[in-house]
């Protein structure tokens, strides 16, 4: 009964979605309004139709086809509910989902406008083309007839916590620059996008990139402590198919900015909003069809290949038509001068935009191969490293300077004479740094030096704002929340993605690693410890049986602690999982796994040290804190030019900020 | 001039728009198994429940034949069985069953059910001669020709007209290959 009414609710939506996309062209003023009316009922709907396949999932309904390809009735009831996503139909489901709640949350925010009943409109259209492939190529509501006994379970390395919350995450990131991708339709259809149309999109896309940024370091973060390889990003296809979009949206983010403040580079952002939401097409799609990675046939369905290649083509190739026709319309007010912090961030978007280009020219180097000559290659990490970080090296060189010049006409010497100190410790970090790891890559050291010029001088910039070199600590901080919410998240996540560098740089290039055949009681030294196998002893599972490896952890005679790795053996599955044995610090992870028994000679154990390792993902957090303190709306300030209020939920906070001040 | 600046984005994604077109008619289920060309994995693997003879990998010296993982768990099997009773009953070819990973009995009943199209069956029930293979779903087909070489596999259910296209020709193929040196 579930599955029938969330088949229902599907095709209500459908319907529902096609009056959202159709009203504001069709009609006047009330159909115009009534997109708003539409875009909660759709998204009550979809709503509707998730929780029955929820619930579904729930009861092990095994007389539905999704169910039972993907569940087992004694799996653990988190991942029965995590598994509604772990899979192809499921996941489209959520897709909608979020689309639609995203329709909902824009339609209850913020003041009426014929831009928002565009922007509506517009995500109606998208969801009416999803949900009809939802409909008409991977129903989740079909049943099987006669239902089998039970399902056929999800694989062991999947039901893991991380990997059941990264695509949500993932998902939320993408389907967020559907609002952006719709605002700059609307933009282009109704000619304006002007100052006031950047200050609705940018919470919007400032949301989405956080929720990527969040995605994407769960998903390396995952690799990096289950998988047990030691790695953490290997940029295969479906990695950079959500790193790809997340280049888009950071130079969109910086770039509607331009837009918010001056008035300029309009068409730009435009291209940028389109490209950033068909990167997460291409991301969440392409990749899933086969045109891409050769997953099995039984996933791989040629019509639904087709039907999102169309929606691909009507998606994108609709909007860039439209940009051709209409873009030239839109002209900037402002002028240009290529010194200042509109200037710079034009550098950013071009080093961004780039960067971006080569991830997708490697992603799809080997379709372009096969669709020419037939043959099958892979492009692998060497090509990535040598072709992606220049432009990331060239984009840190210019970050703090950039960031701390004036909008409109700015000076470049006095941006690097307030800078100095950052630039003097870059520079003496970078040669320590180099002097440290030789013989390890000098490329690497001046990579740190890099980030720390680009973190150290935004670090600064913040200390000189807040006068914190010139008045007690007390009045300094109090300044802190005196700032722009903009400078204060920009602040934020450029220190947070300095920080992810460094601890790239020191898990990538200063990692060492020793491979050793050991016998208990032996000893390896690595990263200045000396890891002594203790002994390995068969342990029992619930599902498995495992080999594990107890270690003891020394350094200059002392024990410091204990840590354990495992081997499990799953032998339904025939499957083997590594449970690395990992110990996390400031300085690096300890990080040990244990390989095959050899006859003669020992386990093969193979240890590495990988300095700074966490704070990729300090680093990510804090990126991630950035932009949510940069979305979240800034205290009003009467020295600021008054500007047309366009909510009412910030009433409350400008009464507030207004009470401050009087 | 500066109109065709606005049509360039346009322009590279319907370049890019063929590029995907075309790649999607490419056989994604098309991979180059390392065991191509390779000599048959070795095992031994007893009767399923019901029925008389086993399969080991000497059975087949000598001949063509299609090796086809299949199982009672699997959906697609179902969509496929038919198609494999219809090649049985009218072509000259021998298939030879492995049933990957069923509970006792199962596999009985399923082909009591639906049919024997298999000259030669064996249980697979802990999925150890499937890794052998490098099974990555079922159902999977390979075809090895008459020195014992795997020569082609193709994952996911054979459909009439896989069967005509690519799995008959490179049968007959395979015999006249045999035929030719012996």
């Known amino acids: 009964m579930a599955a029938e009414i969330g088949q229902l609710a599907l095709i209500l939506a459908f319907l529902t979605a096609l009056f959202q996309g159709a009203a504001p062209f069709v009609g006047g003023a009330p159909l115009q309004a009534s997109t708003r009316i539409a875009a909660l009922v759709q998204g009550g709907l979809i709503l509707i139709a998730f929780l029955s396949l929820t619930y579904a999932h729930a009861v092990s309904d095994f007389s539905v086809v999704n169910v039972v390809e993907n569940s087992h009735s004694a799996k653990p009831f988190a991942y029965k509910l995590s598994g509604v996503w772990g899979n192809h139909e499921g996941s489209m489901l959520l897709w909608a989902l979020i689309l639609a709640l995203y329709g909902a949350a824009l339609a209850v925010s913020n003041r009426f406008s014929t831009l928002k009943a565009m922007t509506l409109s517009v995500q109606g259209m998208i969801a009416a083309a999803f949900i009809a492939f939802i409909l008409f190529t991977s129903n989740p509501f079909a049943r099987v007839f006669p239902a089998p006994a039970d399902g056929m379970d999800l694989n062991p390395l999947l039901q893991v916590p991380g990997l059941a919350i990264h695509p949500p995450f993932l998902d939320l990131g993408y389907v967020g620059f559907s609002l952006t991708f719709a605002y700059a339709v609307a933009g282009l259809i109704t000619g304006k996008v002007d100052a006031a149309w950047a200050r609705a999109v940018r919470p919007w896309a400032l949301a989405a990139w956080v929720f990527l940024t969040i995605g994407i370091a769960l998903g390396s973060w995952w690799a990096y402590y289950e998988l047990g390889w030691g790695g953490f990003w290997a940029w295969d296809p479906v990695e950079n198919a959500s790193f790809m979009p997340w280049l888009a949206g950071t130079a969109l983010i910086h770039s509607i900015r331009v837009v918010e403040k001056r008035e300029a580079l309009k068409v730009w952002t435009v291209l940028l909003a389109i490209m950033a939401f068909s990167l997460s097409l291409v991301g969440t799609f392409l990749v899933r069809s086969g045109v891409l990675t050769s997953v099995h046939a039984f996933a791989v369905d040629p019509t639904r290949g087709v039907f999102i290649l169309a929606i691909l083509a009507a998606v994108t190739g609709g909007s860039l038509a439209l940009f051709a026709l209409r873009a030239p319309l839109l002209q900037s007010r402002a002028g240009f001068q290529p010194v200042s912090r509109e200037g710079a961030i034009l550098l950013n978007n071009v080093f961004l935009v780039t960067a971006c280009a080569t991830v997708f020219i490697g992603t799809f180097y080997p379709l372009f191969v096969d669709v020419l000559t037939g043959t099958r290659i892979s492009v692998g990490a060497p090509y990535f490293n040598a072709s992606f970080l220049p432009f990331m090296a060239m984009m840190l060189v210019f970050l703090a300077p950039g960031a701390a010049l004036a909008w409109k006409k700015g000076r470049l010497k006095a941006a690097i004479d307030r800078l100095w100190p950052a630039l003097a410790a870059a520079g003496a970090i970078g040669v320590i740094a180099a002097w440290l790891s030789w013989p390890g890559p ?48 920009m602040t934020i996540a450029h220190i947070g993605l300095a920080v992810v560098i460094i601890g790239v740089i020191g898990a990538g290039a200063w990692r060492t690693e020793v491979v050793r055949f050991m016998e208990p009681g032996d000893v390896i030294s690595v990263g200045g410890f000396d890891v002594r196998l203790e002994r390995v002893v068969e342990e029992p599972g619930p599902n498995y049986t495992a080999e594990r490896a107890v270690f003891s952890v020394e350094r200059g005679g002392a024990t410091l602690r204990n840590l354990t790795t495992e081997r499990r053996f799953y032998p339904v599955r025939a499957m083997q999982t590594t449970e690395a044995g990992i110990w996390t610090m400031a300085r690096g992870d300890l990080y040990l796994t244990l390989g095959e028994k050899s006859e003669t000679a020992g386990w093969a154990v193979r240890a590495f040290f990988n300095p700074f390792a966490v704070w990729m993902w300090i680093g990510a957090g804090l990126m991630a804190l950035g932009g949510g303190v940069a979305a979240a709306r800034a205290p009003r300030r009467l020295t600021r030019r008054v500007q047309t209020v366009d909510s009412a939920s910030t009433a409350a906070v400008a009464t507030s900020a207004q009470g401050a001040i009087t | 001039m500066s109109r065709m600046v606005f049509l360039a984005p346009l322009a590279l994604f319907v370049v890019l728009g063929i590029y995907f077109a075309v790649g999607l008619t490419r056989d994604p289920s098309y991979m180059p198994s390392a065991l191509i060309d390779k000599p048959l994995p070795v095992f031994d693997l007893a009767a399923i429940e019901g029925v008389e003879l086993g399969f080991a990998t000497r059975d087949l010296d000598g001949e063509v034949a299609l090796i086809n993982f299949f199982g009672s768990w699997c959906i697609s099997c179902i969509v496929e069985h038919p198609v494999l009773m219809d090649i049985a009953a009218r072509e000259d070819v021998i298939i030879a069953g492995i049933d990957w990973k069923d509970e006792p009995g199962a596999g009985a009943r399923w082909l009591e059910q639906r049919g024997n199209p298999y000259t030669l069956i ?61």
Not at chain 1, 464 to 484: E, H, N, V, Y
Not at chain 2, 149 to 159: E, K, L, M, N, V
């Open chain 1, 442 to 489: 000098v490329i690497a050291a001046l990579g740190a030096g890099l980030a720390i010029w680009a973190g150290g001088g935004a670090i600064l910039d913040l200390l000189i704002r807040i006068k914190a070199f010139s008045s007690p600590l007390g009045a300094a901080l109090g300044r802190i929340a005196t700032l722009p919410r903009a400078y204060l998240g």
């Open chain 2, 122 to 182: 064996g249980d697979d029930p802990t999925g150890r001669t499937a890794i052998d293979f490098g099974i990555t779903g079922a159902p999977e087909t390979f075809i090895i020709d008459r020195k014992g070489r795997i020569r082609y596999r193709f994952a996911g259910p054979i459909t009439p007209l896989i069967w005509k296209r690519d799995l008959k020709p490179l049968v007959e193929q395979l015999r006249q290959e045999g035929d030719d040196a012996p």
